[in-house]
């Protein structure tokens, strides 16, 4: 017989999880900025005793800047801006120009710890247990830091900027003291347990973040996790992700293209011309669509339920197997 007194997972409790599971702890993170902070310092002590290396400037970018990181993760990411002379466009011979440079900056590195990747350059760096992935950016010396990021998904170039996302970020979350990156994070984490059983499923983390930002932008108020989430599900169930999402921090609406750019339009902040979603399918569209309502009617009956572990069975369709209430 159920025991209908058993309250349902609680606010708490998801809370709990979050900062026990999900979160890359306070002081990792501190300790991985520190160790990118000081290898940027490097770096760019490099560039200013050599002005005429081609490389301009470097960002900390990614969850690690943004305070989204998942503790799954060990990746940290780093735009670096350069000015090249070649064609803008990521290959073997862009990569190891790079690669040649940073080897330079970081003589104390062996050369195998810094390595051309699909399109990337990655450092491996082993002691402080990361992976840092240098992103190139094509730059012409725009005041804003405007530049061609080289897209990690396919190579193509993107114009855009990653101090104005910084900023843009940065903005929601000191809206929303630490909710707002605690939604996205547990969003992503959901995201993961999908990928994992999926391996068709997509959902970028940019995309997560930009979709939480619409709806606080909206008035979601993100101080309760399971209401936070729940509007996310429920948003895109209900809009089956059709419905344009795009922000007037640097732009105006009428800069956005008259017609469709692609299944799902999730417009980057800083570029009206830059679909973050252009790459979706319909496909994509359909796997997250199906799986938000998945979630949200695993939360609607957690919810409802008359025993604990009925609602934890259906918290785990949300988190997984590893939340155990
Ligand atoms: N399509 C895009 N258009 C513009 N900028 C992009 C795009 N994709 C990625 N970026 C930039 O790269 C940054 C990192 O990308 P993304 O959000 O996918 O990874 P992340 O925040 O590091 O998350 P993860 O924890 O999955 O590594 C974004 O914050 C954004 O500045
Ligand atoms: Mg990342």
């Not at 160790?35 to 290396?53: D, I, N």
């Not at 101080?223 to 344009?244: I, P, Q």
Request: glycine residues 4%; proline residues 4%; hydrophobic residues 40%.
């Amino acid at each position: 017989m159920s025991t209908p007194i058993d309250p349902p997972i609680t606010h708490a409790e998801i809370r709990r999880f979050a900062e026990d599971r999900v979160n890359l702890d306070r002081e990792t993170a501190k300790e991985r900025r520190e160790k990118v902070g000081a290898l940027r310092e490097q770096l760019k002590k490099y560039m200013t005793e050599h002005p005429t290396c081609g490389l301009a400037k470097s960002y900390l970018s990614g969850s690690l800047a943004k305070g989204t990181a998942l503790k799954t993760c060990s990746d940290v990411d780093v735009a670096l801006y350069i000015t090249y002379d070649g064609e803008k466009k990521v290959d073997a011979k862009l990569l190891n120009w790079i690669a040649e440079r940073l080897r330079k900056a970081y003589p104390q590195m062996s050369a195998d710890q810094i390595k051309p990747k699909t399109y990337s350059v990655g450092i491996e760096y082993k002691t402080a247990g990361i992976e840092i992935d240098v992103v190139p950016v094509f730059y012409e010396g725009d005041p804003k830091d405007r530049g061609l990021l080289v897209s990690q998904d396919d190579g193509s170039t993107l114009m855009t900027s990653i101090p104005m996302h910084l900023e843009f970020i940065r903005k929601r979350k000191s809206a929303q003291d630490t909710h707002f990156v605690q939604v996205v994070r547990l969003i992503k984490w959901w995201a993961a347990e999908q990928k994992a059983k999926d391996a068709n499923f997509r959902f970028k983390s940019f995309m997560v973040e930009l979709i939480c930002a619409h709806l606080a932008d909206n008035g979601q108020d993100f101080s309760d996790y399971r209401k936070g989430m729940e509007a996310f599900f429920n948003y895109v169930v209900s809009t089956g992700l059709k419905k344009r999402i795009a922000f007037k921090d640097y732009y105006q609406p009428s800069e956005l293209p008259a017609n469709s750019t692609g299944i799902v339009e999730i417009f980057d902040p800083v570029n009206a011309k830059n679909n973050v979603a252009s790459q979706y399918t319909e496909n994509h569209r359909r796997l997250i669509v199906d799986a938000a309502q998945d979630a949200l009617n695993a939360l609607i009956e957690a919810h409802t339920s008359s025993t604990k572990a009925d609602a934890v069975a259906m918290w785990q369709v949300v988190l997984g197997t590893s939340f155990r209430g």
